[in-house]
């Protein structure tokens, strides 16, 4: 696969780039549609949530705190789920490509895994000068973030992949997951602090590697402090492991995933 990855990598890396581009010419708004989205979120929740919730977020002061807190968790989570949404529709989107085209088949998430990425890195540039505006200083430790993206990345795209190759032989798949990911965005703390949940279960939630990562995020972004590369190893190292077995699955179903296509 990394031999044929290689050999495809200027189509991969020009396919990235025509998505992207593709963003900025075929709609009015252009590449505005990629931030327009998450800061609506932000909104939305601030207007609702910023009285109840502000107050209890600890070290958060000043009238923008509790947004900067929701933009932080909300960059993490967007690019997780993004990825993970690209990856489980991949094979299912380019049905008639994978079934008159004699190529790769594993560029098409590779090239979706890209496009993600490139998404999240202009959010991230754009919400560094959201920030600044709003009055909130950033220093070095925003850049904990480039470490922690790729941990991000590589568990969305092995749990992405593996529901991506099961949503080719059962579509229910690609209308269950939204609702688990529903469930799973309010039992990370992005809207709430971790301080709020009651101890009882906070044990519980902190099993979650999308819990480890936003509080990393928060850490990062929010607090100016470094988070733990203890923590972040173990979380590569998970990471690692789910994409190993989703490339596996993806392997042994390859020419199966052609004939249920």
Known sequence: MLRHLWKYRFFVLTSIWNDFYLRFVRSKLGGAWLVLHPLSQVMIYAFILSNLLASKIPGISGTYGYAIYLMAGLLAWNLFSEVLDRCMKVF???????????????????IEIGSALLNNLV????????FLILGHSINWSILSVLLMAPVIVLLAAGIGMTLGVLNVFIRDIEQVVPIIL???????????????IPEKYLAYLQLSPLF?????Y?????YHQFP???????LFTIALIVCAFSLSLFRRASADMVDAL
């Open 92 to 110: 299912v989107k380019n049905a008639n490509i994978i079934k008159k085209v004699s190529f790769p088949r594993i560029t098409l998430p590779i």
């Open 218 to 222: 928060h850490q990062a972004i929010v």
């Open 123 to 130: 959010l991230l540039a754009v919400m560094t000068i959201i």
């Open 228 to 234: 733990s590369l203890a923590g972040i190893a173990v």
């Open 212 to 216: 480890q990562i936003v509080t990393a």
């Open 182 to 196: 529903q469930v799973l965005f309010w039992f990370t703390p992005i809207v709430y602090p971790a301080s709020g």
